[in-house]
């Protein structure tokens, strides 16, 4: 069975810098890709950030040039790096994997950015 572990959210004032955590079993990350999704009070999820299996990544506007979405090289471990936090980046933060079996999510983790 495949897990999604997602760590290292909390509460940092604005500005500030968070490196998120997703821990990966029976999966190898570089071969699938994973994305981040973000869920923000009252908000839907959107997705932030994506790393393909080629290691090509893609961003949403909102967090373009202060996000970086990686994968180390065993494949178990994905990491988003978020600098310049703002308050509207306050959400609950998902890593997701899509394979042609089944979607995959974390639990997620929470991040609120203070102003």
């Known amino acids: 069975q495949v897990q999604l572990v997602e760590s290292g959210g909390g509460l940092v004032q604005a500005g500030g810098s968070l490196r998120l955590s997703c821990a990966a079993s029976r999966i190898d990350l570089s071969i699938s890709g994973v994305d981040w999704y973000r869920q923000a009070p009252g908000r839907l999820r959107e997705e932030i950030a994506f790393i393909s299996n080629k290691s090509t990544t893609d961003y949403a506007d909102s967090v373009k040039g202060r996000f970086t979405v990686s994968v180390d090289n065993a494949g178990s471990m994905a990491y988003l790096q978020m600098n310049s936090l703002k308050p509207e980046d306050t959400g609950v933060y998902y890593c997701?994997?899509?394979?042609?079996?089944?979607?995959?999510w974390g639990q997620g983790t929470q991040v609120t950015v203070s102003s």
């Open positions: 997701h994997v899509n394979t042609y079996k089944a979607n995959y």
